[in-house]
């Protein structure tokens, strides 16, 4: 049974910075791709950037510039580290896993609000 667990959510200003980490029960380097999606109230899940394991990236048009995806293999952890918030980044940011089929976390919450 693979488990991904996220943590590092929470509410902070406009213009403030938080770090997402996921961590993985199994060696990250396993999944062909890992990535992290959100979903807003009343809105679908979107992507929100993935990472290969051959180390290719991509990020939604909204939030390039701003935030940045990352692995670290030696502690089977996923981060995404997010810059410049903004109210619109608001929501529940899950952590997946690609390996034949989709792994996902439980969630966490950021708030992006004065």
């Known amino acids: 049974q693979v488990q991904l667990v996220e943590s590092g959510g929470g509410l902070v200003q406009p213009g403030g910075s938080l770090r997402l ?54 502690e089977n952890t996923l981060y995404l580290q997010m810059n410049a918030l903004k109210p619109e980044d608001t929501g529940v940011y899950y952590c997946n896993g690609q390996y034949g089929t989709n792994y996902w976390g439980q969630g966490t919450q950021v708030t992006v609000s004065s």
């Open 21 to 74: 980490s996921c961590a993985a029960s199994r060696s990250i380097s396993w999944f062909y791709a890992m990535g992290w999606y959100r979903q807003a109230p009343g809105k679908q899940r979107e992507l929100v950037a993935d990472v290969t394991s051959g180390g290719s990236t991509r990020y939604a048009d909204s939030v390039k510039g701003r935030f940045t995806i990352s692995r670290d293999s030696t």
